[in-house]
C-alpha cells in the first residue's frame, strides 16, 4: 500500500480541459476516454512512488517525495494521453504541481486541491 511522503513534498494536480462540454458531446466515448485517462494518471503516479490523496470527477491529487518525480508524472501523463483517441483529443489535461512542506496529518485528515 502506498505511504504518503512527508517532508517537503511536491503536490500534483490535474484536471481535463473542456471535460463538461465534451461529457455533453460524447457521453459514451468520455467514458471510455475517462477510464484511460485514470488508468494512464495512476499507473504513472505509482511508477514514481506518487501518492493519490484525491480523486473527484477528473480531477486527481497526488503527492511525491520530489519535485522531479512530480515533473516526470506529468510528462510522462501529457505523453501518453496523447495518443489516446475518441473526444479526448479535442480536450487537454492539465497538470499543475508545488512544492511545500507538508505538517504530519492523521491516517483520517484529507487534503483538498485549489477549487
Given at each position: 500500500m502506498p505511504v504518503?511522503?512527508?517532508?517537503?513534498?511536491t503536490f500534483l494536480f490535474t484536471d481535463i480541459e473542456g471535460s463538461t462540454r465534451l461529457w455533453d458531446a460524447h457521453p459514451d466515448d468520455m467514458s471510455e476516454a475517462q477510464a484511460a485517462h485514470d488508468r494512464i494518471l495512476r499507473r504513472s503516479i505509482a511508477d514514481r512512488d506518487g501518492y493519490v490523496f484525491s480523486h473527484?470527477?477528473?480531477?486527481?491529487?497526488?503527492?511525491?517525495?520530489?519535485?522531479?518525480?512530480?515533473?516526470?508524472?506529468?510528462?510522462?501523463?501529457?505523453?501518453?494521453?496523447?495518443?489516446?483517441?475518441?473526444?479526448?483529443?479535442?480536450?487537454?489535461s492539465g497538470c499543475?504541481?508545488?512544492?511545500?512542506?507538508?505538517?504530519?496529518?492523521?491516517?483520517?485528515?484529507?487534503?483538498?486541491?485549489?477549487r
Open positions: 504518503p511522503p512527508s517532508g517537503t513534498v473527484a470527477g477528473d480531477g486527481l491529487g497526488a503527492s511525491f517525495a520530489s519535485p522531479m518525480s512530480a515533473l516526470d508524472t506529468a510528462l510522462d501523463v501529457q505523453r501518453s494521453l496523447a495518443g489516446v483517441g475518441g473526444p479526448r483529443r479535442s480536450a487537454r499543475g504541481w508545488a512544492c511545500t512542506p507538508a505538517p504530519p496529518r492523521s491516517a483520517t485528515a484529507t487534503i483538498s486541491g485549489p
